[in-house]
C-alpha cells in the first residue's frame, strides 16, 4: 500500500473494520482538537483531505491489522482563524467543497 487519500483507501478495502475506524477517527478527532486549540478551522475537512501513512511492517497482534500508521489532514486553502470569523459577512462565512456542505 502507497501512501494516499483516505477515500482510495477505504475504496480499495471496499470498507472499514470497526477498529481500524476506530483508530482512525481517534486521530482525527485529536489533530482537529490540535486545530481548535490554536483557533484554527479547516473549513473542507473530507475523506478526500486526509492522507493515510502506511505502516511498512505489518504488526502480527490479535487486534491491530490496520494497514494505517497515521492519517494527515491536508489542504488548508479554506482554513481560517476564528478571529478572522468575526469581521466577515456571512456569504463569506461559508466555505469548502459544495457537495460536502450542510444543507
Given at each position: 500500500m502507497s501512501?494516499?487519500?483516505l477515500y482510495e483507501y477505504v475504496r480499495h478495502k471496499g470498507f472499514l473494520e470497526e477498529y481500524e475506524a476506530s483508530l482512525i477517527m481517534k486521530q482525527l478527532i485529536d489533530t482537529?482538537?490540535?486545530l481548535n486549540s490554536l483557533s484554527?478551522?479547516?473549513?473542507?475537512l473530507k475523506a478526500e483531505?486526509?492522507?493515510v501513512v502506511p505502516r511498512l511492517i505489518q504488526i502480527k497482534l490479535n487486534k491491530d491489522k490496520s494497514m494505517v500508521e497515521r492519517?494527515?489532514?491536508i489542504d488548508f486553502g479554506f482554513a481560517i482563524f476564528q478571529e478572522m470569523l468575526k469581521n466577515m459577512n456571512i456569504r463569506?462565512?461559508?466555505a469548502g467543497t459544495?457537495?460536502?456542505l450542510a444543507p
Open positions: 501512501q494516499g487519500g482537529v482538537l490540535y484554527l478551522i479547516h473549513r473542507d483531505n486526509i492522507m492519517v494527515k489532514i463569506e462565512k461559508f459544495p457537495g460536502y
